[in-house]
């Protein structure tokens, strides 16, 4: 019997264990076609929380009573099909569980001697081709302008502010604490950072770090931070939309400033996006971010929590802004 | 002595007759490289109001105390410019006055024999162009699919919702009038129109309206209408935002329910714009709407005061929406 974490009920506001329970479960034979795997490392992403309602969104709800599931960097330990054999590892989208059998087929091979096995489920995962294809296909950063980005200490945050510099952009990060915010200062060598939680006048303080105002803002938050990097976008500002984590565990509509007013007078685009659409492309993003980490131009960090059983909490603990970098759960 | 209105006072929410006044002004005698005009059509825009406020804009606010400029054709009485004679009908932004003295050079001649005279400030002029490229650049109609308009009997939407037609798409007009309505339905041969004033429930009439959801929103108005409009929205579907007309009076910083999240879930497009972004392509578009003109493809009508004096009133009236396409006032 093996261990698998479910959706006990969904969450309203902010998520609690209570939301998840562990069952212990069968794992059945393997049979032609499929491999058995063994749980390595998992991704724990805000995303995940959309999941969770029942409302309508570009991906289907989890069902209540059935396992969570999430990025899953898993290492093969019996194997019927040809292309996977015992001892590899392989990346998918797979259940919160110890040990599982599934198809062979769809399962993305990855190589630890390329990177760092972590390293698929951020700066080379979802993540990082996150931030490459938002900020470069949508945002069109040009030499000189200023790129704002909100969760800046975030796993795709921080790989947007970097890919931001290589651009040659000034960046401009906002993030809760100033651990993180030393961290994009020293390590990633950001231009400003401003911590939201802290600034006594954060118009001020955006106004202070973007002398130049803002073409470029990247949104993994939303809510308030937002209203007030708006308030100073440039004219032909672009605004990507790549997460709303300050919205997820909202119980009613939220509601704010119009935004509409602002984009018409700096002729300014919004765009929301899924990293997903950009599935014809992703081969490019990985050649092109594995380039960089091997070029020493990315660098890349993660928060590790330790143990199976540490999965829900490790995914409560996004909501408290806890993680620097991917947060990822360590199975084994 | 000749006859001036000037910006009075700034409107505090909805302009009223008080927030102008007509002088009396000498007009100068014409210098070399100059014309004297006599004012024949002005044009009256929403856009107006926004220079009527000191808030920072795309375009620099009036003066208290200085004449209202805005699209007039006029015919040209006295000319001391090689490129102009007497009896030209010329267009420009000018000031609100019935005779003026002005270099000749930047003034656009215009062709009572190519099109009517208040063309030029309609469905040929910038209503028309801000239809062509906000439709066609930003919000990219294809073929079937579905454009919803607002402010449908404007100078801009009703240029929008025949031009969508053009294209193929369904297309839906919002306005807040039967007569208004019917126009749009039986003359520009719109699919659906909704009277949001006496509609008793919106999203209900929009899921009616648009059966494959909305893929193009084309908005001249904002506030609750929007709202209700971008629950709608399918994905990839582009917002553009062109005029905000329910906003512009406001007294206070409009609130609404915030829309990053539905950009994101959909990954929707938002872009804000002003037709003088396009005036390398001007010629182009003017081109195109002469050509459907003149083919019959797209229809035109205006809402016509009569005499200088109106101008204050005629402007006011955009904000009652009782205009049925373009609102221009004839002076002569």
Same sequence: chains 1, 2.
Wanted: hydrophobic share 45%; charged share 20%.
């Amino acid at each position: 019997m093996k261990k698998q974490i479910v959706l006990k009920s969904r969450p309203v506001g902010k998520p609690t264990a209570d939301n998840f329970e562990t069952r212990l479960i069968e794992i059945p034979t393997v049979a032609e076609g499929e491999v058995r795997l063994v749980a390595h490392t998992f991704s724990v992403d805000p995303y995940l929380r959309g999941r969770m309602s029942d409302a309508k969104s570009y991906i289907a709800p989890f069902q209540v009573g059935e396992a969570i599931v999430s990025g899953l960097v898993a290492k093969v330990v019996e194997s019927k099909a040809a292309n996977l054999k015992v001892g590899d590892f392989v990346m998918e989208r797979l259940p919160w569980q110890e040990e599982m059998v599934v198809p062979a087929k769809g399962l993305q091979v990855v190589d630890e001697k390329i990177a760092p096995l972590s390293y698929y489920l951020g700066i080379l995962g979802m993540p990082g081709l996150t931030a490459y294809f938002g900020l470069l296909d949508i945002g069109k950063p040009q030499k000189g302008e200023t790129v704002v980005v909100s969760g800046a200490a975030g796993a795709v945050g921080m790989v947007v502010g970097q890919i931001a510099k290589i651009q040659g952009c000034r960046v401009v990060g906002i993030a809760g604490d100033d651990a993180k915010n030393e961290y994009l200062m020293k390590e990633l060598h950001f231009d400003a950072v401003i911590n939201y939680k802290t600034v006594k006048n954060l118009d001020k303080a955006l106004d202070t770090a973007c002398p130049s105002g803002v073409d470029v803002y990247f949104d993994n938050v939303g809510g308030e931070i937002s209203d007030a990097v708006i308030a100073q976008i440039n004219k032909g500002a672009r605004i990507i939309i790549c997460g709303q984590i300050s919205l997820y565990n909202a119980t009613s509509m939220p509601v704010g400033p119009r935004i509409q007013p602002s984009l018409l007078k700096r002729s300014a685009m919004m765009q929301g996006f899924i990293v997903s659409n950009y599935v014809h492309r992703f081969p490019e993003g990985f050649k092109v971010l594995a380039g960089w980490v091997s070029g020493g131009l990315l660098k890349y960090t993660n928060t590790a929590y330790k143990g199976f059983d540490q999965l829900p909490e490790a995914f409560i603990a996004l909501f408290e802004g806890k993680n620097l970098g991917k947060l990822i759960v360590e199975v084994s």
